[in-house]
């Protein structure tokens, strides 16, 4: 399943342009300027599928792609001080409608730079959908940034941050394509476990 063929759905701005499909949704979420759009055009192997930017908080919607036997949902990123408080608040709500919603999302990939502690907003994301019992797995982001041994003890340091095993935390580089097996394999068991639970 290393190739896919990944197509842009839609956009949504709210709780009814949520997307029904009976594919597993996979939420990407994090932190602005994570690196979210580019994991999704890694994955897809598509340059430009995904709006990157240099500038924190460009993806304001929930953005789905279809990557075939699944679904991504490139989420509006957190913990930009520059937005106001209204787009504050209206983050927050999509955020809770987006987790809140019966069936909306099977797993999420919280996403997290490398190099990087993660923040009071990043436990808060971990706390959300623990909260909400959906399952979810770290991606350690921008992993070409650091030499392999920086590698192992930056895991360590955000797993122990998100009160998660190592065995949670994938590295990934989107300028490396680092990470991208052990994602599709993990896409893999989220989608068996989806056609399982709906038989
Ligand atoms: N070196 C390196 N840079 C990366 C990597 N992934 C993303 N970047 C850079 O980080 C910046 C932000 O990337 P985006 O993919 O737009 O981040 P995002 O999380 O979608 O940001 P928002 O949509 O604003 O929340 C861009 O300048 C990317 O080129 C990576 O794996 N390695
Ligand atoms: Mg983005």
Redesign the pocket.
């Known amino acids: 399943m290393l190739t896919v063929k990944a197509e842009f759905l839609t956009s949504a701005a709210s709780a009814s342009q949520f997307i029904k499909t009976e594919k597993p949704v996979i939420a990407?979420c994090?932190?602005?300027?994570?690196?979210?759009?580019?994991?999704?055009?890694?994955l897809a192997g598509v340059k430009k599928l995904?709006?990157?930017?240099?500038?924190?908080?460009?993806?304001?919607l929930v953005n789905y792609f279809d990557m075939g036997g699944f679904v991504l949902a490139?989420?509006?990123?957190?913990g930009?001080a520059r937005v106001s408080y209204a787009e504050k608040a209206r983050w927050a709500r999509l955020m809770e409608d987006f987790f809140g919603t019966e069936g909306t999302v099977s797993h999420a990939l919280i996403?997290v730079d490398i190099r990087r502690e993660p923040t009071a907003d990043d436990v808060a994301m971990v706390d959300l959908l623990t909260s909400r019992t959906i399952p979810f797995t770290i991606a350690a982001?921008?992993?070409?940034?650091l030499s392999g041994a920086q590698r192992g003890a930056a895991v360590v340091k955000i797993a122990a941050a998100l009160k998660c095993g190592r065995d949670d935390v994938i590295v990934?580089?989107?300028?490396?394509r680092?990470g991208r097996e052990e994602l599709f394999s993990l896409f893999g068991k989220v989608i068996e476990l989806h056609n399982g639970e709906r038989l």
């Not at 995904?50 to 304001?60: C, I, L, Y």
């Not at 982001?141 to 940034?145: A, E, L, M, R, Y």
Request: hydrophobic fraction near 25%; charge should be positive; charged fraction near 30%.
């Open positions: 990407v994090g932190k602005s300027n994570v690196g979210k759009s580019s994991l999704i055009n890694m995904a709006k990157v930017s240099k500038e924190p908080g460009r993806t304001r490139d989420l509006p990123g957190y930009f996403l982001t921008k992993g070409d940034k990934t580089s989107s300028e490396k680092m």
